[in-house]
């Protein structure tokens, strides 16, 4: 189990990682890379998740409440073309990779190197889809149910380590055309779904164990809430930063970010 100094830490990095395309698994190498922290263990990955979670349900909660009355119609019938069921399409593709791969890529894709190279790489779609972006006249009708199902088959390279859910996910909006700010939110909203999977697949792994079970409630009630209140306020910030300077400042960190994680696995 981690010490507060060590929670705090993790915390605020899932936090501020999770929401912004960085990657927030590449973050949180770092510290057992430079200062041999033990793994946290599951259960502090859980409580972490649940405080992002917690972010993004407050954060849009009128969106959210707006949401639910547009799915169905007065007649009680689906409205196929409403944001919820664009969200659950895109959330589809995912949910089934998820199931059919786990195994492979907790075995194979969680090396340093693999890290390292998807931050790199998918560091770089970004920027390339940023300058197609800044080039084209964006979309503003909602997401379309093609573009869900786009995002949401580009969003099965979140499942390797370094890629970025919310990276690849705005990387793919912003390849169809929409904006920085439309796409932004699809992808925040898009968490949901994808972040209350990975709590329960976690938790049940993690009860499964008695390792995974806590130790120290207090140091788990104070990781979830720098982890929620980070996140919180990351995605106001996110979305104030991507009107004023665009995300070309993120493409530019994953490329650095990048080059010290090969630095790390070569010195």
Known sequence: MVNWIEAAALAL????S??????SSAH??????????NDQGLFFDVV????????????????????????FSSKG???????????????????LAGYLAAG??????????????????????LGVSVIR???????????????????????????????????????????LGYGPRVATRFS???SIPVILGAISFMLVEALSSIEGLPADWSILVFALTAAAVSAYFTIAFFFRLIDRVGLMPFVWYRLALGIVLFGILFI
Request: hydrophobic residues 60%.
């Open 77 to 95: 019938v689906p409205n196929w073309q409403g944001e919820l069921w664009m969200i659950v399409l895109a959330t589809m593709p995912v949910i």
């Open 28 to 37: 949180l190498v770092l510290p057992s890379q430079l200062l041999g922290w």
């Open 18 to 23: 999770e929401f912004l395309p960085v990657s």
């Open 133 to 175: 972006s800044e080039r084209i006249s964006t979309i503003s009708a909602p997401i379309s149910w093609r573009a869900a199902l786009f995002i949401g088959f580009a969003q099965i390279f979140a499942l390797i380590p370094g890629v970025s859910r919310s990276g690849i996910t705005i990387t793919a909006g912003l390849w």
């Open 188 to 190: 925040f909203l898009l």
């Open 13 to 16: 990095i899932q936090g501020f």
């Open 104 to 125: 492979l890529i907790s075995q194979e894709f969680r090396g340093l190197a693999v890290i390292a190279t998807t931050t790199l790489v998918f560091g770089m779609l």
């Open 48 to 71: 972490v998740h649940f405080g992002t979670l917690l972010a993004v349900l407050f954060y849009f909660r009128r969106d959210l409440i707006s949401l639910l009355p547009t799915a």
